[in-house]
Structure formats: structure tokens, C-alpha cells
């Protein structure tokens, strides 16, 4: 069930917050041992707040789209009285003091929170089974990552266990585990939601966002995460006459063939339904890679020092080994990086000039078996990583909006997620673009976005 | 420094604190290293520029 489906049948009185509240935490009762998708389940204090919202709905207060709506929380944002652990043991005693400014939103818009959700480590990482409290798993096949690192919070909208989630992106981990998991997923502009009370990565690639079902979920969380819980969603712009860019060198040259083929088959009925679509060049790409790991690395790093001086042994062995290289890392290649994340940033601005969003797949294989290092891709065997980060770490670089949506599914039944990027500080219009867009990169049509309108 | 000098260091240092997993870390660092300073957005003190090296494999396993 969507938000959207659940606010009408709320509304009708056909559904109580309570009952999906109840509903939802039986999920977690049935499936959480499997998927791990919880760190900490909030049972009785999600069902008092269903049951307020039940009442305040009774006497006439609405507080609007999200009202009684199970979310989940990515377990590095502070929900005061219980332990923000951030995957780690590095966290164990600690109790989060007051509420993020992000969970004060989502109280504010009436969201019922049903409990924290697992991670990589740190949030660094990508498959989210370096994680203190045992891997999160995937939904489509327990076998495979749910990505990362907000693994947990893609795993528990697909397992039913929440209408949404609350995730944070750094290098692509929202967008990852929404693409590993066939949910929408997106990285607001940076600087939009506040991440005070939120366990850093890198204060400047670091951003919090919704991962959802639909494109118009991820739109009302977007916007009870910014203080504005009475918005309704924006009219989708007509799909007809749409400029959409696909950066085809670099992006596309090292894809799952299928993850091709359900790329180029969006993209055509993209163009069937009238949208024009360009090839364009990212100049600088190939830089992608090295100038988001000198930043991400040393970022990471010095928050790290001290505990890594501290406690070393309270991590997994391979976040340890990945923060203690971001020290090693010389002053001169962190600047050179800074240029380089400079140039990156003008040349997806210049790409956007003429286009009203950029079209790339989200992740270029679907998600690997847990335990996997590398991955065939092609011809070649490829680092899973590397692979998982490949197409999404750019838009942390240069801070553009970003967002996630599914794109239909393997032989396997294994899903795969297009992408689209819009203007820096334009999350508003790339969801327009978003909503236009839904059905037909799904390849499922609906009565919301048709032809050319 | 350069690269190789850095990354011999930097094995070295790993060696002494007890980290040899840090070994395939950093050899990919150096590899990243050695693409960033070929970008071709690198400026230097003779005002020349170097021309741009293409892709390395991210330091992430």
C-alpha cells in the first residue's frame, strides 16, 4: 500500500492508523529475522502514536499527507531516547538526546515511527553487510545485498514492514539499495534537509532523503522532511516535449547486459511518448573515481581519528581498513581533488543548461550475492563496489538532485533502476520530470502521467 | 612526493602498526592518486598542463 492509497482510505475511515501500524509490525514480526532490514523495532511507542493520530484524525486535526504513515529510520539519525548505533560498536551505550530536526518534521507531519533501520557500517559501504548487527538482506532474494548502506530502509518498504523510509546519501546510498531493491529513492539537492543530529560520512557529500514506493511518496516525505507536512505533489510537467540527456561515455560503457536492455527499453518508450533524448558527454568522467575518493576518504577519516586511535577493534575489519587509508592520503591530493570536484560540477550545470533532467541507469548490475567482491560484467569481472558507486557518486560530488525509480527487472526477477538528475537546488522540478516520467520508465502506463500530459 | 614514494611509505607505516589488510587499500589509492594528479585540471609552476589519464578502479575493497 502506497501513502497516497493509505491517506484516501484513512480519510474514508476504511483504515485506521492503528491497523496499518499493526500491520506493519507483524512484517517485521514475520520477516525480520530473514532480512534483517531492523536494528531496533519501536512497537509500543509506533502503536501510541497510531493510536494518537487515530484520535486527533477523530477530532478533526489532519496534519496532512503523512498522518499515521509508518516510516522507518536509517539507524545514524537521532530519535531522541534511543541509541543511534549506526551499525557499529564503536556507538554501543550511546542514547540520542533529542530528535533530529528531520524527525521533528516527521513528528510534526504525523508520521508514525515503527523503528530504525540497518546499514553498513558507518554508512560506508555499499551492500550493508558490514554492519555490527549482521548483514541486511534483499527482499527479491535473501541471498543478494538490499545495496547500501541504507540497506535496511529499502528492505523494509519492499518487505511491507513501512510505507517509507528515511535514508541518507553519500556516494549513491539512497539510491543504491532503492535500485537493489525496485524502490524509489531520492537525494534531494544538497543543503535542503537539515543533517543535524545525523552520524556524518563527508559533511559535503552527506545528504538525507526518502526512499518510497512511488515517485509521489518520495515527494510528500521529501517535503515533511523540510517543515512543509501540508504539501500535496507537485502536477507532473507534460511528458511530451521533455529534453532528457543521457551521458552515454563512461555511464553506460560497463553494463549488465540486462540492465542495458531494460535502460535502452525505458528510454525508448521515453521517446515513444514524445520526451526528446540526447546523447551528451560528461567530459571529465573518467576523474570521477579519483576525485570522489580523495574527498570521501579523508572527510570520513577525520571523524574517525579518534576512535580509530581509540577503539579500533569495535569495527568491521573492512570500514577499519578503508578509514585508516583516508589518512594516509597527502593534503596536496585532497586540493587537487576539491579542483576537480570544481570542474565535474560545472560540466553537469552545462549538461543541464539545454536538458531538463539527465537519464542514466542507477546501478550497472543488479544486486550481487552477499559475500561477492567482484562480479561478471560482460566480459570482465568487476568490484562489486566500484560497480555499486559507479553511477551515482557524481551527484554527491556536485550536489545536483537525484533520484532513483524502478525500471522493470531481470529474467530472475531481480529489479533495475533508471536514474534522473535535474538542476542544483531544482528538487521540486526533477520531481515534476520524476512524476512525468514514472510509468513510462517502469513500463506500466497509468492513467497519471499519460501522452503528453 | 611522489606516488611511489608516498605508497611506500604508507606500506611501510601500515607494516609497523600491525594493518597489512591496509595493503590492497592503499595500492588502489595509489593507483586513484596517480589519475587525479594526470587530470588535465591540474595546473603547475611552469603553467603547463598535464594531459587527462583515464579510468582506475575505486580503493573500495
Known amino acids: ?453 | 612526493m611522489t606516488i611511489d614514494q608516498w605508497l611506500q611509505a604508507a606500506l611501510a607505516d601500515a607494516d609497523r602498526r600491525g594493518l597489512p589488510g591496509l595493503k590492497p587499500v592503499l595500492e588502489a589509492l595509489a593507483r586513484a592518486t596517480q589519475s587525479l594528479r594526470a587530470a588535465d585540471f591540474n595546473d603547475d609552476a611552469r603553467g603547463t598542463q598535464r594531459s587527462q589519464q583515464s579510468t582506475v578502479d575505486s580503493p573500495q575493497s
Open chain 1, 1 to 453: 500500500m502506497t501513502i497516497e492509497e493509505f491517506g484516501r482510505m484513512l480519510r474514508a475511515r476504511e483504515i485506521t492508523a492503528e491497523q496499518i501500524t499493526d500491520e506493519c509490525l507483524l512484517r517485521i514480526e514475520a520477516d525480520n529475522a530473514r532480512l534483517n532490514a531492523f536494528i531496533l523495532v519501536m512497537a509500543d511507542e509506533a502503536r501510541r502514536q497510531a493510536r494518537e493520530a487515530d484520535r486527533e484524525l477523530a477530532r478533526g486535526r489532519d496534519r496532512g499527507p503523512l498522518h499515521g504513515v509508518p516510516v522507518s529510520i536509517k539507524d545514524l539519525i537521532d530519535i531522541r531516547g534511543v541509541p543511534t548505533t549506526a551499525a557499529s560498536r564503536v556507538r554501543e551505550g550511546h542514547v540520542a538526546d533529542r530528535d533530529a530536526p528531520a524527525i521533528t518534521h516527521l513528528r510534526q507531519a504525523g508520521a508514525v515511527i515503527i523503528g530504525k533501520t540497518n546499514l553498513h557500517e558507518f554508512a560506508f559501504g555499499t551492500t550493508s553487510e558490514d554492519s555490527a548487527f549482521g548483514p541486511a538482506r534483499n527482499p527479491h532474494d535473501p541471498s543478494r545485498s538490499p545495496g547500501g548502506s541504507s540497506g535496511g530502509s529499502a528492505a523494509s518498504i519492499v518487505a511491507a514492514m513501512a510505507l517509507a523510509s528515511v535514508g541518507s546519501d553519500t556516494g549513491g546510498s539512497i539510491r543504491i539499495p532503492a535500485a537493489a531493491c525496485g524502490t524509489v529513492g531520492l537525494k534531494p539537492s544538497f543543503g535542503e534537509v537539515s543533517l543535524d543530529g545525523v552520524v556524518p560520512m563527508s559533511r559535503t557529500l552527506d545528504h538525507l532523503g526518502p526512499l518510497a514506493q512511488t515517485v509521489t511518496d518520495a515527494c510528500l516525505v521529501y517535503h515533511a522532511l523540510l517543515g512543509d507536512p501540508a504539501a500535496i505533489p507537485p502536477a507532473p510537467v507534460p511528458v511530451n516535449g521533455l529534453r532528457l540527456a543521457v551521458p552515454r561515455p563512461y555511464f553506460c560503457d560497463v553494463l549488465d547486459d540486462e540492465v542495458r536492455a531494460q535502460f535502452e527499453a525505458a528510454l525508448a518508450r521515453l521517446r515513444d511518448a514524445g520526451v526528446r533524448v540526447d546523447d551528451i558527454e560528461i567530459h571529465h568522467a573518467a576523474d570521477i573515481v579519483p576525485v570522489y575518493f580523495h574527498i570521501s576518504f579523508v572527510d570520513t577519516a577525520t571523524y574517525h581519528a579518534p576512535t580509530l586511535e581509540a577503539m579500533p577493534e569495535r569495527y568491521t575489519e573492512p570500514v577499519r581498513l578503508r578509514l585508516e587509508a583516508g589518512r594516509y592520503v597527502l593534503a596536496e591530493d585532497y586540493v587537487r581533488a576539491l579542483a576537480g570536484r570544481d570542474v565535474l560540477k560545472r560540466e553537469v550545470d552545462a549538461a543541464l543548461a539545454q536538458h531538463d533532467a539527465l537519464v542514466l541507469p542507477t546501478m550497472p548490475i543488479p544486486a550481487p550475492t552477499i559475500g561477492a567482491t567482484t562480479v561478471p560484467v560482460g566480459n570482465s569481472e568487476q568490484p562489486v563496489r566500484s560497480m555499486m558507486l559507479r553511477l551515482t557518486q557524481l551527484f554527491n560530488l556536485t550536489g545536483h538532485p537525484a533520484l532513483a525509480m524502478p525500471a522493470g527487472t531481470t529474467r530472475s526477477g531481480l529489479p533495475v533502476s533508471v536514474q534522473l538528475v535535474g538542476c542544483r537546488a531544482q528538487t521540486d522540478a526533477l520531481l515534476k520530470v520524476a512524476l512525468a516520467c514514472e510509468s513510462y520508465i517502469a513500463g506500466t502506463p497509468s492513467p497519471r502521467s499519460g501522452v503528453g500530459g
